[in-house]
């Protein structure tokens, strides 16, 4: 498997790692000691009780979330026993290396922040897992000149736009975008690309190998500066405004730089890429109510 591929994948259960820590972190909110027979919800005469909805959740999600729960808990113990830990470089070029490679969009529906603390716990449980296997020097250093591309991003833009049928109406859009109109707001009334009209116009980040943007598109990003929009810009569908939110730099990593994540890579592809907590779990002796 090749270094761009196996990265993929990496960075494919981050995403959905990052997702249900989210959904988690919304979760606590729920169990705020309150009355049972507590009404949340009437239908009719009917009343729904927060005793119901708690029930139901536990039965669909409880397993589930609790394993979770367990998982980051022998994570972070097993990580402080072995002295492993993560250095904010490594998390910074992890997350601009999953942007530029998944077309993130910013912040999304998660805050910067958790995406980070995801990225932290993903390579503390990598280096926890492959931490007793042994890769030479020169298999990693023939690992990085195979797959320099991997390790190399080109600028890229986080950009939003608004798609008109008319260049009137386009000049019109950017008239209220001058008066103070939010463009977010503009994207959801105006827009005719249903896909980003609800987020704000939103297309995440872009660059020049992102085949389904419109070259013209890169071309005026790169005269824009954060925060700016473009002039009307001539598409298939009519015309678009651009708006730039973020620029981010491309940029090599040098061999020392992505060293550790080499070895990551290479052990985690001789593991199969089995990358699961439950491996470690005995190592902590883990008991919880589902156990045998």
């Known amino acids: 498997m090749s270094g761009k591929v196996l990265w993929g994948v990496i960075f494919g259960l981050v995403v959905l790692n990052c997702f249900t820590l989210a959904y988690f972190t919304k979760t606590k909110d729920v169990y705020t000691p309150t009355t049972s027979e507590e009404s949340i919800a009437t239908v009719g005469e009917e009343s729904i009780t927060k005793q119901e909805w708690l029930d139901i959740l536990e039965e669909r999600y409880g397993k589930e979330i609790l394993t979770e729960l367990i998982n980051k808990e022998v994570v972070m113990q097993l990580a402080e026993e ?26 999304g529906q998660l805050d910067v922040d958790e995406i980070h603390e995801q990225i932290r716990y993903s390579i503390l449980l990598e280096e926890l897992l492959t931490k007793d296997v042994s890769v030479s020097e020169q298999e990693l250093k023939e690992f990085y000149e195979m797959n320099k591309d991997s390790y190399s991003i080109e600028d890229s833009y986080h950009l939003a736009h608004i798609v008109v049928e008319t260049k009137e109406a386009a000049n019109h ?3 209220e975008l001058e008066n103070g109109s939010s463009f977010d707001v503009l994207a959801l009334e105006k827009s005719t690309d249903e896909f980003t009209a609800h987020s704000g116009g939103d297309i995440g980040f872009v660059s020049e190998k992102n085949d389904f943007i419109p070259k013209a598109y890169i071309d005026s990003a790169h005269e824009l500066s954060s925060g700016e929009w473009s002039k009307p810009i001539r598409v298939d569908t009519g015309y678009a405004i651009l708006f730039l939110h973020k620029k981010q730099e491309g940029k090599s990593y040098s061999y020392g730089e992505v060293k550790s994540q080499i070895r990551r890579q290479i052990a985690l592809e001789q593991m199969q ?9 005995n190592e902590v002796g883990v008991k919880w109510i589902y156990g045998d």
């Open 82 to 107: 072995h002295q492993i830990k993560v250095s904010e470089e490594d998390i910074e070029r992890e997350f601009a290396v999953y942007q530029a490679m998944n077309n993130s969009k910013g912040e």
């Open 173 to 175: 859009i950017i008239k």
């Open 273 to 281: 890429g089995n990358v699961t907590v439950e491996p470690l779990w």
